[in-house]
């Protein structure tokens, strides 16, 4: 999983160039709200790495055009997240492609983050920033389930004469229908709901690029098999697909929090982890970023 090989500040480490010494802080998650608190913390000179099972930018990578990011109208979720990278690596700050898999509390004070390659990293602080996860869909298939998609990400990129199914009714299975429009598919949203939930400028779009929009149609059952997809709904229908997108929804990935009932010193979390429902791109940058700030505080005052 480590790549290249130096640890010059900016650069992605191997194995053997994890630092031995007790950092200052920790950045866990390199989606927008680490990018962002990574990049306030190099600047300010904090000791800082940043550790990420994704290549910088996160989620963002499955947005197909954002227009709510100041400064960035109509950008892709992809040319964001090049720049995000390109900006990492011209930073003073250290980065690492590993998943953390455990963080305790040593003796001192310090953290320590077991991470997926059995080594350890130490912090005085750490920065929570490991968004969400798809929210689990209990529908029972037949077949390969594998083959369901949960973002744009993992979608063939040319679909045209393929009929891609989205499930789901926000701004996330639109986002996702209407790439799936833009790579030449017959897109169908199926949504539960007598209506979306999501942002009307974006419907209406959606509606004008030609996604197929069936609201109150439930998916009971699945099956796939090498023709595709067979979706059973409610009242008996069934919808065929060559593609499936489940768009139902995520969850915080948040199995690094510690018990509520230890010590939060020195932790901070931000972005999508921290949120319910709206969760966006300048949100989370934002977090990361009074994360860095509230870091820096607690390292200078010795807590
Ligand atoms: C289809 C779609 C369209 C969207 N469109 C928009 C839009 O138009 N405008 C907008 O503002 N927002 C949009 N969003 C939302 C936006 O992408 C998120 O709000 C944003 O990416 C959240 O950033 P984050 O840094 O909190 O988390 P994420 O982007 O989820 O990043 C977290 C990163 O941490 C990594 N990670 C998690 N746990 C660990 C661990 N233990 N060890 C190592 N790494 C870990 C994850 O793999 C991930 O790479 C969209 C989202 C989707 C899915």
Redesign the pocket.
């Known amino acids: 999983m480590h790549e290249r090989s130096n640890n010059l500040p900016g650069r992605i480490m191997k194995a053997n160039a994890i630092p031995d010494r007790c950092l200052s802080l920790l950045v ?7 990018v962002a608190c990574t990049l306030q913390a190099a600047r300010d000179g904090l000791d800082v790495l940043a ?4 290549p910088p ?4 990578r ?8 100041p400064g960035c109208p109509g950008a892709s ?1 992809l040319s964001l997240c090049e720049q995000m990278a390109l900006q990492l690596a011209a930073s003073r700050a250290a980065q690492l492609r ?4 455990r963080l305790e509390r040593s003796a001192d004070g310090a953290f320590s983050a077991s991470l997926d390659s059995g080594e350890r990293i130490r912090s005085r602080c750490v920065c929570l ?4 996860r798809p929210r689990p869909w209990d529908v029972p298939v037949e077949g390969d389930g594998r083959r369901v998609h949960r ?2 990400r993992s979608l063939p990129e040319a679909l045209a004469d393929r009929r891609v199914a989205v499930l789901g009714g926000g ?2 299975a639109l ?2 229908a209407l790439w799936a429009r833009d790579r030449g598919a017959e897109a169908v949203l199926l949504a539960r709901g007598e209506k979306l939930r999501s942002a009307p400028g974006l419907e209406a779009e959606a509606r004008e690029a030609g996604v197929i929009i069936q609201l109150e149609s439930r998916v009971e059952r699945a099956a796939c098999t090498e023709l595709g997809w067979a979706l059973a709904l409610d009242r008996g229908r069934v919808f065929r697909a060559d593609e499936l997108v489940v768009c139902i929804g995520r969850v915080p ?1 948040d199995e ?1 929090l510690p018990a509520s009932t230890e010590s939060r010193a020195g932790l901070f979390l ?4 921290t949120r319910g429902r709206e ?4 949100t ?1 940058m934002g977090e ?1 970023q009074q994360a860095a700030l509230a870091a820096a505080a607690f390292v200078q005052t010795g807590g």
């Open positions: 866990v998650g390199l989606g927008p709200a680490g550790v990420s099972d994704e930018g996160g989620l963002l499955a947005a197909r055009r954002l227009d709510n990011l979720g590993a998943r953390v898999e920033a490991t968004g969400t973002d744009a701004e996330a986002d996702t990935r690094l931000a972005g999508d982890l969760r966006y791109v300048a989370a990361g």
